[in-house]
């Protein structure tokens, strides 16, 4: 892969939240031949290499497992998995042997059911009995399996005590209690395999045998917050939600994340009108079944700064106004204007209904002064967006894995780590100098650095010039950011044209850009960016703010009436004239398209708070008091209109690849000039990218414990000088 890490979105070690493990066996199980395996008498066709407790799954048998994953290596320690073979001495553990023609494999014998009594005895002759007090009671495996194969009762009866392990601090997001630990080293082979956090393992041996860091540190990933998903019993639970719900209390909704533009799959789960807790949805063509610490824990900012009425600027005030009056003085106010002299600014968690009503609003007035939340983005951009192609991930998440060869952006991170381990995968940058978690060629740092490849003084050239599926991944902070953002388009043109012959061919377009923002590709999907040079440089005396919480002092115009629409009192409010209180993600059924170009929607959870709506609703009752009535009034409605747009807005989960990709791409050559920038992370602080994750206090936790983190390793590194 060659990746082009510039802007794009770098958090220390690449946030984001894409990823996958090692499968039981090899990876190229798939391209084996397949034998009949028999299970419990039925016939089986799978992969040869493949392991029994795989084959056992197709056959429709649910085999009992504490160690085994399907995404981690195979530990083969918690023999729960026991199954009889045929002419086997005795019980062998299905996650560890692999299937041979011909087998025939017992799973309900009476042998097979007293070997996992005596396991599940063994496991809980040292278990603290405390399930009332435990939060994984009611999704616990351990607490499943024993009613299965548990006993009324122990036969142990030893002097000393059941075993205690101290607890271990494990940072402000993993709550432990490690005696009630079954050492299935689910969560090392997570840290160590998937997340590429090495820190954490095992210490001791037999009944002295912990979990821990080898010396006292919390655990340094983005990713961490999974192994509470993986741990089969309580002993790492979530500390946010530690004694807030049962299970059976909530409601469950399937949604999608907006804090990046991967558009991860989640679950949102409910108690009334709160949020209590959010966990990762199984989708392997995106997130597969890990989530980012940001996506799991930033929900408690939905709580906190709301908006929950319209407020009009008093002097140096806000005061409470009606709907009716808020609105009333945003449409006198939008009647003073012509044309480009009213800008509408489009945020990172703005959704695609309220973008296309926003635009037809702007329109209907004859104004085209339409700009994106970045320091950029209120002019004409670098990204010709007449082709989709120019502006999405178009390797796609999944096929990340594919690419033998690529030029980096880091979001994808656990996905193109995924691809290091097993694929063995070249990586090449070109930004800012970062941990990864895998060894890469670091081109540079500046923007001229791309020349290097080009004409190949530097050696990852060769290496790109040889690869049969070259990925180059442009960031999106190279467009939105940084002043050599034509220049770096243009020069990644040249290089993609230079190896067309690998970049473009019938089933792969090597060409992708890496959106950080939820709302972005949908933005230009929809054409929310200036139409012109012209219409990019107006000086607006009217702003309309939607959900657009990057912006600064400099680009609002002293004189200009400002209008914000959003869920939280944070940036963007500060410079309001009117601020409408509008939905979160969770409180509204909303589009988001991510950055491959798969549209994807959201579900309400919960009800907006107080007098908040949703956003679409807010700028169709402005339309109609200003004299713009649009001509949508229902979800059906507006989703029509999305769909007259671009039939990809209503054609869900679906992505659909351009055909004209080499042509578009032509179309961002061009004769600009290096001028020799260092290209740097815009996400200085991983943990706080948003509006609801800069109010949430568990992000505000995990910052404070960030920064400590890297003053630690700072002092440490200038001892070792």
Known sequence: MLRVINKAGVARRAPALLNGGARAFSASASQKEEVEVFVDGKSVMIEQGSALIQACEKAGVDIPRFCYHDRLSVAGNCRMCLVQVERAPKPVASCAYPVMPGMKVMTNTPVVHKAREGVMEFLLYNHPLDCPICDQGGECDLQDQSMRYGSDRG?????????????????????????????????????????????????????????????????DSEMSGNVIDLCPVGALTSKPYQMKARPWELKKYESIDVSDAIGSNIRLDTRGVEVMRILPRMNDELNEEWISDKTRFFYDGLRVQRLTTPLVRDGDRF???????????????????????????????????????????????????????????????????????NYVLNSTVAGAEDADVVLLAPILNTRLR??????????????????????????????????????????????????????????????????????????????????????????????????????????????????SDEAASSSPKFMYLLNADEIQATDIPKDAFVVYQGHHGDVGAQYADVILPGSAFTEKNATYMNTEGRTQITRAGVNPPAAAREDW?????????????????????????????????????????????????????????????????????????????????????????????????????????
Not at 155 to 179: C, Q, S, Y
């Open 155 to 219: 036969r142990f009866h030893e002097p000393r005590g059941k075993r205690a392990v101290e607890d271990k601090n494990f940072g402000p997001l993993i709550k432990t209690e490690m005696t009630r630990c079954i050492q299935c080293t689910r969560c090392v082979r997570f840290a160590n395999e998937v997340a590429g956090a090495p820190e954490l393992g095992t210490s001791g041996r037999g009944n002295d045998m912990q979990i821990s860091t080898y010396i006292e540190k919390t655990i």
């Open 319 to 389: 005061v409470v106004a009606s709907w009716e009056k808020a609105l009333e003085k945003v449409s006198s106010e939008l009647a003073k204007v012509q044309g480009n002299d009213a800008k509408a600014v489009a945020g990172h968690l703005a959704d695609t209904e309220s973008m296309v009503a926003l635009k037809d609003l702007f329109n209907r007035i004859g104004s085209e002064n339409l700009a994106l939340d970045a320091p950029n983005g209120s002019k004409k951009s670098a990204i010709n967006n007449d082709f989709r192609s």
């Open 418 to 531: 995924k691809a290091y381990l097993h694929n063995g995968q070249d990586l090449g940058l070109i930004g800012e100098q970062v941990d990864l978690t895998y060894d890469y060629a670091h081109v540079g740092q500046d923007s001229s650095a791309i020349e290097k490849i080009l004409d190949g003084s530097h050696p990852f050239s060769k290496r790109l010039a040889e690869a049969k599926r070259p990925m180059i991944i442009v960031g999106s902070g190279v467009v939105e950011n940084s002043k050599d953002g034509k220049y770096l388009l243009s020069k990644v043109a040249e290089l993609a044209d230079k190896h067309k012959n690998t970049v473009f061919q019938e089933d792969w377009n090597g060409f992708n850009v890496l959106q950080r923002a939820a709302s972005r590709t949908a933005a230009y999907e929809v054409g929310f960016v200036p139409s």
């Open 617 to 721: 609703k807010i700028i169709r009752a402005l339309s109609e008091l200003s004299g713009h009535t649009l001509p949508y009034d229902d979800l059906p409605g507006i989703r029509a209109r999305l769909s007259e747009i671009s039939p990809a807005l209503t054609r869900y989960d679906v992505i659909e690849r351009p055909s004209v990709a080499q042509l578009g791409l032509s179309t961002l050559r061009s004769d600009a000039k290096s001028t020799g920038e260092r290209l740097t992370s815009v996400i200085k602080n991983f943990y706080q990218t948003d509006s609801i994750s800069r109010a949430s206090s568990t992000m505000a936790k995990c910052t404070k414990t960030w920064i400590e983190r890297k003053e630690v390793d700072d002092e440490l590194e200038r001892a070792a000088a």
